[in-house]
C-alpha cells in the first residue's frame, strides 16, 4: 500500500515512478530491501524535490506460513492473529523519496491461518483535523470491535463513522485493505 504525497498530476508521475522502481524490485528477497532499493531510487529521481511515499509492504511466503513486512513512513498496519490479538507493525524509517541514506528493517511472523492484516490510509483517521491523536484512538476502537466482520462491512463501518461525525467530503484519501490469511 502507498500514499503518496500531493494530488494531481505530479503525485500521479511520482506514485509512476514507484510503480517502475516497486515492479523492478520483485526479484529482491526481503521487503526492507526492496524499500532501500525504491528510497534510492526515488531520491535520484525526485533530486531536490520535497516529494515523498509512504508504503508498506507485506510478503507472503509461498508455503503461506510467514509474512516478511516493512513499512516506510506509512500508518501502521494492523495484525490480528488467530486468536484475535493485535499486534501493530510499525514504520521502520521515513517515507521514501526524502533521505538516500535511509535504511529500513521489516517483521517477520509465522501464519497459522485465521490472522487479517489491515493497511489503511491516513485518511481514514485524520479527517478530524482537530484532533487527529483522539482520531486514531477512536479508529482503532472501530477496527479493533469489527475486526471479524467481512472487509465489505468494515468499509460501510469506516464510511458512516466518517459520514456521521464529520460529513460526506473528505479532505484526503480514504483506502483499507484487509489481507486475510485462510486456515
Known amino acids: 500500500m502507498i500514499d503518496v504525497m500531493g494530488k494531481g498530476v505530479s503525485a500521479a508521475l511520482l506514485a509512476s515512478i514507484f510503480r517502475t522502481a516497486f515492479e523492478m524490485s520483485l526479484n529482491i528477497p526481503t521487503s526492507c530491501q526492496i524499500l532501500d532499493t525504491i528510497n534510492k531510487t526515488l531520491c535520484s529521481q525526485l533530486g531536490d524535490l520535497s516529494m515523498f511515499i509512504t508504503c508498506a509492504i507485506a510478503r507472503i511466503s509461498a508455503d503461506g506460513k ?12 494492523f495484525f490480528y492473529q488467530t486468536d484475535g490479538t493485535r499486534l501493530f507493525l510499525h514504520p521502520s524509517g521515513p517515507p521514501l523519496g526524502i533521505l538516500p541514506q535511509a535504511s529500513y528493517s521489516g517483521d ?65 484519501d480514504c483506502t483499507l485493505i484487509t489481507l486475510d490469511i485462510l486456515s
Open 66 to 77: 510467514s509474512i516478511d513486512h516493512s513499512s516506510a513512513g506509512h500508518c501502521p498496519t
Open 108 to 172: 517477520q511472523a509465522v501464519l497459522s491461518g485465521g490472522e487479517r492484516l489491515l493497511f489503511i490510509t491516513d485518511g481514514c483517521y485524520e479527517w478530524d483535523r482537530s484532533d487527529e491523536d483522539f482520531g486514531w484512538h477512536r479508529f482503532v476502537e472501530l477496527m479493533d470491535e469489527n475486526r471479524t466482520s467481512t472487509p465489505e462491512q468494515l468499509w460501510a463501518q469506516v464510511r458512516e463513522r466518517i459520514r456521521s461525525e464529520y460529513g460526506n467530503t473528505l479532505e484526503d
